[in-house]
């Protein structure tokens, strides 16, 4: 081998990029609190979830968001009001509350962006069928959601 090829190997093996570390993703909670509430939380501050404020008596919504940290896993602590009712005469009747939830994903980075996997919803100091079922079809509806 010649000296300008033994330059040029040398060189190369120099040269030669050096595999990249792996990255690691820090989320800041504050940051994704403003994210969240300025691109789901639209209407009003709020995010509808089934129908819109124009349905009198068949809604549901999210509003006042906080989020945190739960272990390894996103903590988004809302507040939940709905009601499914028939319109009588102008008057609702049926079943509607409002309470206080936590929905909790693991979040992941995926193909430049950042999805959530394992989300679980559950409400906060209270229980009864009608909350049980809007945590359940909440678990469903989210978890298709944020793939």
């Not at 209407?43 to 999210?62: N, W």
């Not at 988004?76 to 102008?90: E, K, V």
Request: with cysteine; hydrophobic share 40%.
């Amino acid at each position: 081998m010649t000296l300008r090829g033994r330059t040029a190997l040398v060189l190369f093996v120099v040269l030669l990029p050096a595999p990249a570390p792996a990255v690691e993703l820090v989320i800041e909670y504050a940051a994704l609190q403003r994210i969240v509430a300025q691109e789901l939380f639209t209407q009003d501050g709020r995010k509808y979830v089934r129908g819109s404020h124009a349905t009198h008596c068949s809604f549901a919504y999210l509003e006042n968001p906080r989020i945190d940290a739960d272990n390894d896993r996103l903590r988004i602590q809302a507040r939940f009001t709905g009601r499914t009712a028939a319109d009588l005469f102008g008057a609702c009747i049926g079943l509607g509350d409002a309470f206080d939830l936590s929905i909790t994903a693991i979040p992941y980075y995926h193909d430049g962006l950042i999805g959530f996997r394992g989300v679980q919803v559950n409400s906060v100091g209270r229980d009864g069928f009608y909350i049980r079922r809007v945590c359940n079809s909440m678990t469903q509806s989210l978890s298709r959601d944020f793939q």
